[in-house]
Each structure stands twice: as C-alpha cells, then as structure tokens.
C-alpha cells in the first residue's frame, strides 16, 4: 500500500508560479516512476511529467519548458515546479506512483490550480 498526498495548489495569477509536492509514505526508491497528471474541467484526465527512478524526466508537450518535475529521496516527496502559469494551466492536479509488483498505478487526492487575474 502506498499513500500519496499532494499539496501547494491554490490561486495564482498568470506568468505566475506555484510549487506543488507529493509526499510518498514509503520510500521512493522503491518505486519505478513517479508521475504527475491533471484533469481541468470537463476533460479527461493528462499526463504532464514524469521522473522515473533513475531520475529521467519526461513531459507533456503542454508544459516543456514552463514545468519541472524532481524528488526528494530524503523527504520522500515528489514536486512539480510550475512557472509562466496560464489560465490553462487550471486544473486539479494529481500525482501517481508505478511500484513494482502492483497491478495499478497508485494515486493521489489531487490539488487544485487555478490560474486567473
């Protein structure tokens, strides 16, 4: 069983920053891939990045550039910097964790991100 739980969401403007984190109650080393995700309203729910366990990163064509996915073995704790916020960007964000031997990713409760003036 793995619990994740996100945090850092709230208001913020456009071209502005947050920093969101996902802390993981077992070790991440551990763990294969660590992956963010979001889902903003009435859409279906979209990759954004993800960092595996040897620390290769990817991302969403939608957020390269502006985002950056990285962890924390110390604090077990996956983050996603997000700068240059758009009104897109809007959505609940969620982490997800691939470990070995489950059938399923787990999954986080998510923080919402809402970007408007």
């Known amino acids: 069983q793995v619990n994740l739980v996100e945090s850092g969401g709230g208001l913020v403007q456009p071209g502005g920053s947050l920093r969101l984190s996902c802390a993981c109650s077992r070790s991440i080393f551990s763990i294969d891939a660590m992956n963010w995700h979001r889902q903003a309203p009435g859409k279906e729910r979209e990759f954004i990045a993800g960092?595996?366990?040897?620390?290769?990163?990817n991302y969403a064509d939608s957020v390269k550039g502006r985002f950056t996915i990285s962890k924390d073995y110390r604090q077990n704790t996956v983050y996603l910097q997000m700068n240059s916020l758009k009104p897109e960007d809007t959505a609940d964000y969620y982490c997800s964790a691939d470990v070995p031997g489950a059938t399923s990713p787990y999954w986080g409760q998510g923080t919402r991100v809402t970007v408007s003036s």
């Open positions: 960092i595996t366990y040897g620390g290769t990163t």
